[in-house]
């Protein structure tokens, strides 16, 4: 059965024909704009934005009388998208598409069933095939007898990274509200989808360029789900994005508005392309990014690259310590060599890399006593500070 599905527009009251349309699709449990809200803020002026509502999430209530599939699920997202086409003049038109989880395995379908309507696709936090038959149907039933907010603590725990909830907690309760606001029988007949959902056999059949993005502690759709992917279509690229679990959409959506630009539009980073910049950009964010690069001249720019050659590029990149952990020593550091004029920043960053207020606090505690107390007392001040611009204090 093609169920019906439902259209979110992220580019304002009416479509903006004059840019290219992308379609982004969601996760399980979540709705369009709670997933994807902030990161299609970063794509609104380079594409005509729409995302789509699951059966009985979000802004669709419907539920279909009878179970579908992913193949036919994929069906009427492309019937709602040729609907979107037609009202901008270009009936049966083409279109770029990023979907997260059971997003992207529409997405993949669509790349299988119409590959001559999708020019490029990102696939994140997915696989080409997610779980195993037994776990959804144990969660189809576990839904089915106490409704989608049961949810809802489980989801907490697999869905965000480290710290997340803490740095952005009107986010996270959004995305949470959104899974127990779901229709029961919505939820349960997604979870029956994705239970007979495997192409694994079929990717070397796609033929559109696609990037496929892993969260490194996504626990629902790991990291090797998503290198599949990449390396079983024939023009793939993997990349992984440290400390995001299974919404990398709304963890990190920065980030990803970034890789989805640079991946369909050929934009390439605003600053030189190299995995340092990149790993400068996720710690420190863009804006700083923006600013010391906006700064640099003939006489600094020998040093900027150096330190995005080497303290971004070799040890930041470096497998032997997580990001929580480099942020940890480095806030020690600072403290201890009373290097205030980069504490500030690196605080953002700690917060950024999943450390939370307590842990901040703690770190700075046992500053105090191996590197001093008036080097403590300083890093309070100016943690505090960053801790009320950000709203945790």
Not at 139 to 156: E, F, I, K, W, Y
Not at 372 to 381: C, L
Request: proline residues 5%; hydrophobic residues 45%; contains cysteine.
């Amino acid at each position: 059965m093609i169920p019906s599905i439902t259209v979110v527009r992220m580019t304002g009251a009416r479509h903006r024909a004059e840019l290219p349309l992308l379609v982004l699709g969601p996760s399980l449990g979540t709705s369009a704009t709670t997933l994807w809200g902030a990161c299609a803020t970063g794509l609104t002026d380079v594409f005509d934005v729409v995302a789509w509502d699951l059966p009985g999430h979000g802004h669709n209530r419907g539920v279909p009388e009878e179970p579908f599939t992913i193949a036919e699920l994929a069906t009427g997202v492309l019937r709602v998208v040729d609907d979107v086409l037609t009202e901008r003049g270009e009936p049966r038109g083409s279109f770029f598409y990023a979907g997260d989880s059971v997003g992207g395995a529409v997405g993949l379908q669509l790349l299988l069933e119409a590959p001559d309507r999708v020019v490029a696709a990102a696939l994140l936090c997915t696989g080409a095939q997610i779980g195993s038959e037994e776990m959804w149907t144990g969660r189809m039933s576990q839904v089915a007898l106490s409704g989608t907010p049961v949810m809802v603590s489980s989801s907490a725990e697999r869905w965000f990274g480290p710290g997340f909830v803490e740095r952005e907690p009107e986010r996270a309760s959004a995305l949470l509200h959104a899974l127990s606001d779901a229709v029961d029988e919505g939820y349960v007949q997604v979870c029956g989808a994705l239970a007979a959902y495997d192409v694994r056999d079929q990717l070397g059949r796609v033929r559109v360029p696609v990037l496929a993005v892993a969260g490194s502690v996504d626990v629902a759709t790991p990291p090797d789900k998503l290198r599949e992917i990449a390396e079983g279509v024939p023009d793939g690229r993997y990349v992984e994005l440290e400390g995001v679990a299974h919404l990398a959409p709304a963890e990190a959506p920065e980030v990803v508005a970034r890789l989805l630009r640079e991946h369909f539009l050929g934009e390439m980073p605003r600053a030189e392309e190299s995995a340092g910049m990149t790993v400068r950009r996720e710690v420190l964010g863009d804006a700083h990014v923006d600013r010391a690069v906006a700064g640099t001249t003939d006489f600094t720019r020998d040093f900027q690259e150096l330190i995005t050659a080497y303290a971004w590029g070799e040890v930041w990149t470096r497998p032997g310590l997580d990001r929580r952990s480099r942020s940890m020593i480095t806030l020690t550091a600072l403290i201890a060599r009373g290097h205030h004029e980069e504490l500030a920043m690196h605080v953002r960053a700690a917060l950024r890399n999943g450390l939370t207020v307590d842990e901040i606090k703690e770190v700075i505690l046992q500053s105090a006593i191996y590197c001093g107390v008036p080097d403590a007392n300083t890093a309070f001040r100016i943690a505090s500070g960053v801790l009320v611009e950000e709203g945790l204090l």
